[in-house]
RNA sequence: CGGGGUGUAGCGCAGUUUGGUAGCGCACUCGCUUUGGGAGCGAGGGGCCGCAGGUUCAAAUCCUGUCACCCCGACCA
């Protein structure tokens, strides 16, 4: 592998659609096209860079909804679901709100034939609608806090879309709640930081993540606090992998959540929202993929182990003992898959479960079925190894525990090997080029920011020195984590 | 909107300088041989060369106009 073709593909992948569409034949490995490619940016005439997810890439999506679902869930929150199309006005009633989302909002202005009388915007999120249904829930401190939660879909018509980062319309979860008090507030926003996404992520996803809050400037439109989990991916570069927003009472006081206390006196509620998207498949591809192809943590993979019949032998032994294996882990918890196409090359099949990045294969033949034995691949670690039919499924097992530490451990690495500590801005700037830097907040703060934006660098978050999460920027010696991103 | 570039088969491209029958790779169809790591050979199908006008015996190629798309920057889960 040459380190040139290493970063090649999450800037393949991330290409807007044309590269992703049409990577070139001889260039790098036909992976993406196989695996990736799955999921398209949607040539659809003038509506620019939404999204087509075939199968194989949905069933990625599929895993991640039920894992955060159920963390989700766990949390006391209960899935609802709102409108796609929101009156204009709502968003008019938060000034930041509709300040930070007007130049991506598509608007609907007829339907049914005329000229609506006002026209209705597709969501870019929902925390307008829902605030107006919430308005509606909370009579009594007893209503609540107001857990709820959506899965849906969402458009921004942006400038630049890309692939899985960044399309037009996106698939996502998510959360709205509201609190009688900010401290209920904030230790809400945070258990679904830290128990529904950080957990979801470094142990479903095997992606090591910093956890803190963002800047005044990087904000969530109309939040009093956005915090983030950012990750490093392959090339260097930061992904948010996901958010959670305190957003004090700003929507509370334009929507009129309100309910009525214990004491008898009426009170604003205090809201969060909170949001894991499609995205996260591209971090996946980009953190884990290799040049063999897309490298799944077992514990997401829709499929965990192939059993694969590498050639029928005439009294079908072969396919029978495939088989039983296949059954075996399939008893044993594993999501197994049986691969017994012997009229398709050997070789194609082998190499498709790599590109689809299936933790496990194993190869089942005449000659290793004559000595009782079977291969055992694990696609993660990358080797091959000769076991015996009777310890299969323990192999199997081991090889999925071993490759989920193995990601994680590989990531981390990488981030730690990537990331300087430096103290001043230039230092921080040149830092950047191949990874991530951490700087004294102090050194930053003013027009810090503003010029590292020119240089394309961010202020990906702010954490506290034991690396503990910040209520908000303006806490002491606080560090900075500084960035590209896409 | 500023700076670069590109439009030729489903996809990736060559051909344009110097005008002369529309090409290559992948994919697709059929046949035979293969099948323990992306198969080989043979035979096929598929084109308003972005669009409009002009020059010419003759235009993918030259001229004029026009449209679209892509990359970098501003936006962002």
Same mark, same amino acid.
Request: proline share 5%; hydrophobic share 40%.
């Given at each position: 592998?040459?380190?040139?073709e ?7 992948l ?24 799955? #999921?398209e ?20 999506w ?10 989700i ?34 608007v ?38 107001l ?21 037009s ?19 809400y926003a ?111 993979a ?19 003992? #495939? ?50 034995? #079977? ?36 990531a ?6 990537h ?31 503003l ?34 991103a896409?």
């Amino acid at each position: 592998m040459r380190a040139s073709e290493a970063l090649r593909i999450p800037y393949g992948l991330m290409s807007p659609r044309a590269a992703v569409l049409t990577p070139r034949a001889d260039d790098f490995p036909r992976w993406y096209q196989d695996v990736v490619a799955k #999921a398209e940016l949607a040539d659809n005439g003038p509506v620019r860079g939404t999204m087509v997810i075939r199968p194989t890439g949905y069933a990625l999506w599929e895993r991640m909804q039920a894992e955060v679902d159920a963390r989700i869930k766990a949390t006391g929150a209960q899935n609802a679901y709102f409108p796609l199309f929101i009156p204009e006005s709502y968003l008019h009633r938060e000034a930041e709100h509709v300040e930070g989302f007007s130049p991506e909002l598509a608007v609907v202005t007829h339907a049914g034939g005329k000229q609506l009388e006002e026209p209705v915007v597709v969501r870019p999120t929902s925390e307008t609608v829902i605030g107006e249904f919430m308005a509606k829930w909370t009579q009594s401190y007893r209503d609540l806090p107001l857990l709820l939660n959506q899965w849906s879909n969402v458009v921004r018509w942006e400038l630049r879309p890309r692939i899985f980062l960044r399309t037009s319309e996106f698939l996502w979860q998510e959360g709205h709640t509201a609190h009688a008090t900010e401290v209920d507030a904030r230790a809400y926003a945070r258990t679904i930081l830290h128990e529904v996404y950080e957990d979801f992520v470094a142990n479903v996803l095997a992606i090591p993540v910093v956890v803190g809050c963002k800047t005044k400037q990087e904000r969530f439109a109309g939040a009093t606090n956005t915090y983030t989990l950012e990750s490093m991916m392959g090339d260097g570069k930061a992904l948010q992998m996901g958010t959670s927003h305190e957003l004090g009472q700003n929507f509370a006081r334009a929507f009129q959540i309100d309910y009525l206390s214990a004491a008898g006196t009426q009170e604003l509620a205090w809201t969060t929202s909170w949001g894991v998207s499609t995205r996260m498949i591209g971090g996946l591809i980009m953190c884990h993929g290799d040049d063999n192809g897309l490298r799944l943590p077992p514990r997401l993979a829709p499929t965990q182990a192939i059993v694969m019949v590498v050639k029928d032998d005439e009294s079908a032994e072969v396919v029978a003992a #495939a088989r039983k294996l296949h059954e075996a882990l399939q008893g044993a918890g594993v999501r197994s898959a049986l691969d017994e196409r012997v009229d398709i090359p050997f070789g194609r099949r082998a190499i498709d479960a790599e590109l689809k990045g299936v933790p496990v294969r194993l190869e089942v033949g005449p000659r290793d079925l004559a000595e009782g034995n #079977a291969v055992l691949v694990r696609r993660i670690v990358g080797d091959k190894t000769p076991i015996t039919i009777e310890g299969a499924v323990a192999a199997v097992a081991n090889a999925l525990e071993d490759g989920q530490r193995a990601l994680y451990e590989q990531a981390l690495q990488r981030r730690q090997q990537h990331t300087a500590d430096v103290d001043s801005l230039a230092d921080g700037a040149d830092a950047v080029a191949t990874g991530w830097a951490r700087v004294p907040w102090a050194v930053v703060r003013g027009d810090g920011e503003l010029e590292l934006a020119a240089q394309g660098v961010t202020v990906r978050c702010l954490v506290r020195e034991d690396g503990g999460v910040p209520d908000n920027e303006d806490e002491p010696e606080l560090v900075a984590y500084l960035a590209r991103a896409y």
